[in-house]
C-alpha cells in the first residue's frame, strides 16, 4: 500500500488508580483514529510512563521504582496494543516502554503492533542527559528498519532524530517512512526535535513523523512537564509544501493529527526533484578537508 492516512498522536499524560483505566484511555484513541481513516498510529515517547501512577505514590514519586514496577505490565501492555491493532486492522506504534533487558539495563523501546501481533522494535541510541545521569536509562546497541505491509519503517525515539547518521543507515537499508515518538519539557526541547525531523526530511527525501507527549502530570518527575506538537514532515520540492510541513497540530492540545501520505512521492522526488539530496549524500564523504 503505497498511499494511506496515518495518524500522529499529541498524547496528554494521565493519572489511573487502575489499569482498566488507563486501557479505556487507549481503546478510545485507537478506535477514533481507525474510524477517522488512519491505517498507521503513532504515539509519543515515554507516554507510557502514566501507567506509574496506578502503582501509588511511593512508587510513581520514585524514578527508579517505578521502572521495576513497570515491568509487571509489559506483558498487558503487549496484549493490549495487539488487541486493537488486530480490532481495527492498523498499525500502532506503542509509546515507549521502559523494558528490563536480561542483563538488568532498563532500556527506552518503541514497539511496532500489526493486526498479526508484534512487528518489531527499535530502543532508542542517543540518551538525554536525564536518562542518562539520573533515571539510568541505557541506549540501545542497533538500528533498525521494520518491514510492514504500508512499507519500511523506521524509528528514531526524541533525541535519536538529532543524529543524521542513524536516519541515513535506515533509509540506506530501504526506509522511506521515520517515525519520531518525543517526549520534551521545554519548548527548545520541542524545537530541537522539529528542527531534526525537518533536517532528515530534508536530507534523505522521506516522510518523517513526530508524535510528543502533552500536559502536565506533577505527580511525574519522569514526565512532569510535556510540551510540543504533532507533525507530518516532508522533503521540500515540487509536490510538496513549501515549507516542508503537511500537517500539524496546535501547541499542547491533546489529539491527533492526520495526514494522508504516499509513499511513491519519495521515489518521484528522488528522481525528479530540483536537489538530489538523498542520491548526493555519500559525495560528502570523499571530500577533502582540514584535519580533524
Given amino acids: 500500500m503505497s498511499a494511506f492516512t496515518l495518524a500522529t498522536a499529541q498524547y496528554d499524560i494521565g493519572f489511573f488508580t487502575h489499569w482498566d483505566e488507563f486501557a479505556d484511555k487507549l481503546e478510545r484513541w485507537v478506535a477514533d483514529a481507525a474510524q477517522r481513516g488512519a491505517s498507521l498510529l503513532v504515539f509519543p515517547e515515554y507516554g507510557s510512563m502514566e501507567l506509574a501512577s496506578v502503582f501509588g505514590k511511593a512508587v510513581y514519586s520514585d524514578l527508579h521504582h517505578q521502572l521495576q514496577a513497570m515491568q509487571t505490565l509489559l506483558a498487558k501492555w503487549h496484549a493490549l496494543h495487539h488487541s486493537l491493532a488486530r480490532r481495527h486492522n492498523v498499525l500502532i506504534l506503542a509509546s515507549s516502554f521502559p523494558t528490563a533487558e536480561q542483563d538488568g539495563r532498563i532500556v527506552n523501546r518503541a514497539t511496532l503492533f500489526g493486526p498479526e501481533g508484534r512487528l ?6 542517543m540518551m538525554t542527559r536525564f536518562e542518562s545521569e539520573q533515571w539510568r536509562i541505557s541506549s540501545g546497541r542497533r538500528i533498525e528498519v521494520i518491514d510492514t505491509d504500508l512499507g519500511r519503517i523506521g524509528i528514531q525515539i526524541c533525541y535519536d532524530s538529532e543524529f543524521p547518521m542513524i536516519a541515513s543507515r535506515q533509509v540506506a537499508a530501504g526506509a522511506e517512512l521515520l517515525l519520531v515518538p518525543s517526549c520534551t519539557d521545554t519548548r527548545a526541547g520541542f524545537h530541537r526535535v522539529r528542527i531534526g525531523c525537518q533536517a532528515r526530511a530534508l536530507e534523505q527525501q522521506c516522510y518523517v513523523v513526530q508524535s510528543p507527549t502533552i500536559g502536565h502530570a506533577p505527580w511525574s518527575e519522569a514526565v512532569d512537564i510535556n510540551t ?3 507533525s507530518v514532515y516532508t522533503p521540500v520540492d515540487h509536490g510538496f509544501p513549501d515549507n516542508g510541513i503537511l500537517a500539524e497540530g496546535t501547541d499542547d492540545e491533546a489529539g491527533w493529527v492526520l495526514a494522508r501520505i504516499d509513499l511513491r512521492e519519495v521515489a518521484r ?3 525528479e526533484g ?3 539530496n538523498h542520491r548526493d549524500w555519500p559525495a560528502q564523504f570523499a571530500l577533502s578537508g582540514p584535519a580533524a
Fill in 228 to 230: 510540543g506538537r504533532a
Fill in 269 to 271: 522526488i528522488r528522481a
Fill in 274 to 276: 530540483q536537489v538530489f
Fill in 120 to 125: 518489531g522494535h527499535q530502543d532508542k541510541l
